[in-house]
């Protein structure tokens, strides 16, 4: 008989703490059996196996990474939107480096994965904090690709502790975001539509 209160979501969430706790690759069902106070075969009245729990936390992340972002630069547009959704971004990732982990290793599953919707509403964030940039529609994906490597790049260091130099990382975050912003305004369509 399952614990109550104990259904496929509340074991995603319990999963997803404890992965950013001890970090995704430290995240074992006997773990989190523990966590949950049940034994590790009731977990899989849950889940269908290890692989399928990973999965469900990173359609968790990737939903919850989204939101994170959207709601950072939600009425904000340009330079001011690239600043509050990388910011956000860092942000979360410092907060939930195993559900971020766990997004990173998951692949496309099938056409009905949840994963697919999630990923896309991460990269309509991204993109809505590239609108007021005005870039050429051709330049729109490398500029994503560009935004998403360094961000990404950026906060998993940060998270690992890679960052060893004796000057503020902060200050460091910052100037990486007006090179970033540099760059976008020197790739506008019509740089006079977005100032």
Do not use: C
């Amino acid at each position: 008989m399952p614990r109550a209160g104990l259904d496929r979501t509340a074991v995603t969430a319990a999963a997803a703490d404890l992965a950013d706790e001890v970090g995704f690759t430290g995240l074992g069902m006997g773990l989190l059996a523990e966590r949950l106070g049940v034994k590790t075969p009731s977990l899989y009245k849950h889940v269908d196996s290890q692989a399928d729990l990973a999965h469900r936390i990173a359609v968790l992340a990737m939903n919850e990474f989204a939101d994170a972002i959207r709601d950072a630069i939600q009425g904000r547009a340009g330079r001011e939107a690239l600043v509050a959704g990388a910011h956000a971004m860092r942000a979360w990732v410092l907060k939930h480096p195993g559900r971020y982990a766990a997004a990173n290793l998951a692949g496309v599953t099938g056409p009905d994965d949840p994963f697919v919707p999630a990923v896309q509403r991460v990269l309509d964030s991204w993109a809505a904090m590239l609108h007021g940039y005005h870039l050429d529609p051709g330049q729109e994906i490398h500029a994503l690709r560009m935004l998403r490597s360094i961000l990404h790049g950026f906060a998993t260091l940060e998270a690992v502790g890679g960052f060893q130099i004796a000057a503020d990382v902060d200050d460091s975050f910052s100037w990486m975001i007006d090179f970033i912003d540099h760059g976008l305004r020197s790739h506008r369509s019509d740089p006079l539509s977005a100032r």
